[in-house]
């Protein structure tokens, strides 16, 4: 077989290579997102109705929140799917108004939102289970509340 045919011909199997590689690293980022909050979409988005906020506060020179690794987007991977709870996280450093008008004086603090209202604070181990569960049962926390409150 000509040479510049048997190249050609594997063609086809290398842009099929290389377009499932490229789906896969699309899809393992399209995970649930630990979303970045901000001075500008702080407020606003904890406020979102009947949502739970997880949210980390950290500062990047922090050596305690440097050791967290990837534990915060591994929770978001986790909680992916979970109907009205999401995970963010605000950068201390860049948003300083954020966390003193939550009253954020160590890093990292881990507090949960809802309805524009701070509802616990995470003090526990910082595992992804852990974590999880103290999300989940503040999320059924919420759900409870809310359900009274209409009753």
Known sequence: MDPALRRRSRLPIHLLLVAVTLLAAL???SGAEVITLTEETFSDKIKEKDTVWFV???VPWCKHCK???TLWEDLGKVIEGTDEI???KVDCSASKPVCSKVDIHSYPTF???YDGEEV???KGPRDVESLKNFVLNEAEKAGEATLEDEL
């Open 56 to 58: 980390q506060f950290c």
């Open 120 to 122: 616990a604070k995470y």
């Open 86 to 88: 999401e995970i963010g």
């Open 27 to 29: 899809a393992a980022r």
């Open 67 to 69: 050791s967290l690794g």
């Open 111 to 113: 507090k949960v939102f």
